[in-house]
């Protein structure tokens, strides 16, 4: 990270907190460029921001033991994924362009409109 210009990371969730969920590794990456004070920008399209659910809410995917250690799979934590909080994220790239913190809120809130507009369909949240 020390050599690095900036730390990219992909995104699969935009928390309503604007918290990043990514894959496991994630947060140190975010750390060690914020120790190096290299700017974080998360990658992802729009539909990806929740208006409606904190890193603190999420259900992170995890996945059995024995993928860790087989001989001991119930001591093993196979976190597939983790959050990295707003703030060691610089900005967000998305399809709109490159966004700050207000702008992702905003989008989150027309996310929010949507989703409580549209009518109730089989199998949504």
């Given at each position: 990270?020390?050599?690095?210009?900036?730390?990219?990371?992909?995104?699969?969730t935009?928390?309503?907190?604007?918290?990043?969920?990514?894959?496991a590794?994630?947060?140190p990456?975010?750390?060690?460029?914020?120790h190096?004070?290299?700017?974080?920008?998360?990658?992802?399209?729009?539909?990806?921001?929740?208006?409606?659910v904190?890193?603190?809410?999420?259900?992170?995917e995890?996945?059995?033991?024995g993928?860790?250690?087989?001989?001991?799979p119930a001591?093993?934590?196979?976190?597939?994924?983790e959050?990295?909080p707003?703030?060691?994220?610089?900005?967000?790239?998305?399809?709109?362009?490159?966004?700050?913190?207000?702008?992702i809120r905003?989008?989150?809130?027309?996310?929010?409109?949507?989703r409580e507009?549209?009518?109730?369909?089989?199998?949504?949240?």
């Amino acid at each position: 990270m020390r050599e690095a210009d900036i730390l990219l990371l992909g995104t699969d969730t935009i928390c309503s907190d604007l918290a990043v969920v990514n894959k496991a590794g994630s947060l140190p990456a975010a750390l060690a460029a914020h120790h190096h004070e290299k700017p974080c920008a998360a990658v992802a399209d729009t539909f990806k921001i929740s208006g409606w659910v904190s890193s603190e809410e999420i259900v992170l995917e995890e996945g059995p033991g024995g993928e860790i250690w087989e001989a001991e799979p119930a001591i093993c934590a196979n976190v597939y994924f983790e959050s990295v909080p707003a703030g060691l994220i610089t900005c967000y790239l998305t399809e709109k362009g490159i966004l700050a913190h207000h702008q992702i809120r905003e989008e989150a809130a027309r996310w929010r409109r949507i989703r409580e507009a549209a009518p109730e369909s089989p199998g949504a949240p």
